[in-house]
């Protein structure tokens, strides 16, 4: 057994990085590279002092509670970026990882890394925030900590790994988690990892020679001038988890002129509250009824969805779009066999320009660019071409480039075993949070959606573009 965190998630240069770590054996190596198309080692221990330490009843909750067994200064000289420490002894292989940020900005991209969703998806310790005793993925364990190891395939995977949407024939059974139990990994890795959408892109920036600074999540809430002198802020991949914070601070980035990029999808869907100086996340999510905060004046803090009718906040005020209006795509029986490209109907817009494209042609269906989650907002269409109606509270400036068909998942739809005997499906969730009631009249309001890519710009002039699909990466 080789398992291994990092305290913080977040440091400066200057900053103190703690290694948390059990083992069998008596002496590990350790190796701390820089993420990238050519990962750079930056410091290294052959033979750490290591020994073996229990694992917490509470751990989900509260996290491992491990001795520091190594502490490490980061120096000026490491230039900001995911860094991945790599553990080994004998034929036992552990990771852990910590974000360098910048003090003041170097670049003038801010890449804020989805570090909420891995911690949503971490099943350390035997529950995850879709995992919890009989009850299964919209209501899984309430309070989930950082300081616990991250299963293997969180932050890298084999070159040959699936991506998590189908893009081949219909299969109910869906590849990648095919692969992943075959391979030793879990299903949910697939998710919410680096390895399946942050690598991918890295690399792709780094070969266009693109700099970009790193943050997490915690950052924009913990810091709220983080985005002070950025032009732009990347989202990338599956950015699900967000806390009123972390809108505060974007939002007010946006009004006053910043630009943001939401390459992502499923993009701050679900609510969640950072506790305990930010070691661990609050996230009732599918039984926000429990959640504590409900009843009293910070009601609107609720742990359900943003959209949810007693936050009064849905996210696509910010990205323009929602988890809401839009689905799953390519995946078991949620559109399985549509096209996987955007249907462009603005090809004048200026996020086409120099593509070539024309209206009606598909965009990204060669790489399955619609798949796996996707967002949207609701429309009708005006002279042949979609405009939002601003009623879920989409901008009513927000420009519609291209549209996809995709679906939340019902009991028809949705990948077997997913959902236990008795439990709502996403699309009654869904319904139950945003009206109240999930019943066949309010389940059709929402069971048909659309992947929208779009822009809007806000009246302080800020610029913001989302992809509406987490497979913006593999494109």
């Known amino acids: ?76 000289s490491w230039a900001s970026g995911l860094y991945r420490i790599e553990l080994s002894a004998g034929d036992e292989r552990a990771e852990a990882f910590f974000v360098v940020r910048e003090a003041c900005p170097r670049a003038s991209i801010l890449w804020v890394l989805e570090t909420n969703t ?18 299964a993925y919209a209501s899984g364990a309430p309070r989930v900590s950082f300081q616990r190891p991250l299963p293997p395939g969180f932050l890298s995977l084999p070159e040959n790994a699936p991506r998590i949407g189908d893009l081949g024939p219909r299969d109910k059974i869906l590849p990648y988690a095919r692969w992943a139990l075959a391979h030793g990994y879990s299903p949910w890795t697939g998710a919410a990892s680096w390895g399946q959408w942050g690598r991918r892109f890295q690399d792709w920036l780094e070969a266009e020679q ?15 001038v983080l985005l002070d002198g950025y032009r732009l802020m990347l989202s990338v991949g599956h950015d699900e988890y967000w806390s009123w914070g972390m809108r505060d ?38 039984a926000v009824d429990d959640d504590p905060v409900l009843g009293t004046a910070r009601a609107r803090r609720n742990t359900g969805m943003w959209s949810h009718r007693l936050t009064q906040r849905p996210e696509n005020r910010m990205t323009g779009l929602s988890f809401t209006r839009g689905g799953y795509a390519r995946m078991a029986g949620a559109t399985p ?16 320009a120099g593509t070539g494209l024309s209206y009606g042609d598909q965009l990204g269906a060669a790489h399955t660019l619609v798949g796996y ?34 679906t939340l998942f019902s009991h028809d739809s949705a990948p ?11 699309v009654e969730v869904v319904a139950d949070q945003v009206l109240g009631r999930h019943d066949a009249e309010a389940v059709q309001r929402f069971v048909h959606g659309h992947a929208v890519m779009g822009s809007y710009v806000s009246p302080g002039g800020g610029t913001v573009f989302s992809a509406g699909t987490t497979e913006w990466a593999y494109c």
């Not at 891995?118 to 009850?135: E, H, I």
Request: charged residues 20%.
């Open 249 to 286: 601070t974007v939002e007010a980035f946006i009004a006053r002129g910043g630009n943001v990029a939401f390459l992502s999808g499923n993009c701050s869907y679900w609510q969640v509250r950072l506790e305990r100086d930010y070691t661990q996340m609050v996230a009732f999510k599918g």
């Open 118 to 135: 891995w911690n949503a998806y971490n099943f350390y310790g035997g529950q995850s925030t879709y995992t919890s005793g009989d009850k």
């Open 337 to 352: 066999g549509a096209a996987g490209g955007y249907t462009v109907y603005r090809p004048e817009h200026w996020a086409l």
């Open 210 to 224: 693109v700099t970009v600074d790193y943050a997490t999540n915690a950052d924009l809430e913990e810091f709220p």
């Open 1 to 76: 057994m080789l398992e291994a965190y990092c305290a913080r998630r977040s440091h400066v240069a200057g900053d103190q990085v703690t290694l948390h770590l059990s083992a069998d054996a008596p002496r590990v190596q350790v190796t701390v590279l820089r993420d990238g198309r050519v990962p750079q080692p930056v410091l290294s221990k052959d033979d750490l002092p290591a020994s073996r330490h229990a694992v917490p009843d509470d751990v989900v909750a509260n996290g491992c509670g491990w001795p520091v067994a190594w502490r490490f200064p980061v120096p000026e």
């Open 416 to 426: 077997r075993g997913l959902y236990p005997p008795g439990a709502m499906t996403d």
């Open 373 to 406: 989650e996707t967002d949207g907002c609701e429309f009708q269409i005006e002279y042949g071409r979609p405009v939002p109606t601003g009623a879920d509270g989409t901008p009513g400036n927000f420009e519609i480039i291209g549209i996809a068909p995709a």
